[in-house]
């Protein structure tokens, strides 16, 4: 009688398993570590402080009063949960608030929040697309944005990322699948910190009839006059039909949402698995990204927003005068304007290239007291493993100082111990 592969099997025998094994024990295993106080320019991490340069908290906002606030009277009048569904028991006059004010942010017809973002983007694409569908991804997309996809069982085309001659081939093809057509794009890319060039990208969905949506997740509360996103930067906003956004980068909290038009938001209200079938999220959650959207939207949401920008680009200019290869992304055109211009985003890559070099870099900058984020394969393409680092508005250039002094130190032993890193010019 025959008998079952063991389901188990591959938990132990996984590409992977033998470069975690030996990640362990040489103590380089970059991933959860224990953070042990609020994320703020500076925290506590195993035992010691250590610069936060891996946080996506870029206007600094989870540790300002008013937004702690907004968390704690929600907390206060809701409780700590609400035990229930959005569709059954779950909804609050904090959601109504929320989503009228995310909305009119995103000058859009209507809002919808989900208990995250993750969730916001797997329920959207996974409710709107059906097998008959095309969905065109830029490669780099964010993973939830792919999950969806899956979830929808869509013909999914993928493009090279930000190589306009692949969508537009991609989107020739997918003409000739015979259903609905959507390209989905990350307005600013997560790992790499670069923009999607959106006029393009627009200009290229219209000409062939398909809709777009862009995942704003880190680009809300970043880019733009008001804060909305790389959209309301480059002059598109009103030619995208959907725009994903999330409360915990920017808005400080746990979250996320889709604005676009009410017909599609309320069919989405009433059709979406992920938003019906999950707990609301919690009221503390919902209070605190209100109060961070208030921020933005008021008379110093402005500055904030140009605050974190300088202080990425001064990081940027320290690295780079260090000697280190960090990416930023090619000039993007703006709608109205001829020349293309480039955008600073808080996000700071520093190309390693080898997985394993860039363990050693991550682990000699932690122990001088510089935390940031380690991204390998399959997060970035094989061979281009990086250092992602990111600033807030709240980080002074002091602390700044410090993190450079702390990556010159590490670039002359570990290249000392271990060759060269890539250098400006290279990539």
Sequence with gaps: MPTSIDLFAKVSGHERAEMLRAAREADLLPFFRTVESPAMPVVEMEGAPRIMLASNNYLGLTGDERVMRGAEDALHRYGTGLTGSRLMNGTTPLHLQLEAELADWMGTDDALVFTTGHQ??????????????????????????????????????????????????????????????????DGVFSMEGDVAPLVDVVELCERHGARL???????????????????????????????????????????????????????????????????????????????????????????????????????REGLTSLGFLTLAGEPVRVAGQDAPRSVITPIVPVVVGDDWKAGLLWRALYDRGVFTNCALHPAVPPGGALLRTSVMATHDRATLDRALDAFAHVKREFEAEHGPLPAPGEH
Excluded: W
């Design 120 to 185: 916001a983007n797997v329920g959207t694409l996974g409710t709107l697309l059906d097998a008959k569908d095309t969905v065109i991804v830029d490669s780099a997309d964010h993973a939830s944005i792919l999950d969806g996809v899956q979830l929808s069982k869509a013909k999914m085309r993928p493009f090279r990322h930000s190589r306009l001659d692949k969508l537009e081939r991609a989107l020739q093809r997918a003409a000739l699948d015979g259903g609905g057509v959507l390209v989905v794009v």
């Design 213 to 315: 949506m862009v995942d704003e997740a880190h680009g809300a509360g970043v880019l733009g006059a008001r804060g909305a996103g790389a959209c309301e930067l480059l002059g598109v906003e009103e030619r995208v039909d959907l725009r994903m956004g999330t409360f915990s980068k920017s808005l400080a909290a746990c979250g996320g949402f889709i604005a676009g038009s009410a017909e599609v938001i309320d069919y989405l209200r009433f059709s979406s698995r992920a938003f019906l079938f999950t707990a609301s999220g919690v009221p503390a959650a919902l209070g605190a990204a209100l109060a961070a959207l208030r921020i933005i939207r008021s008379e110093e949401g402005p500055a904030l927003l140009a605050k974190a920008l300088e202080n990425a680009s001064y990081l």
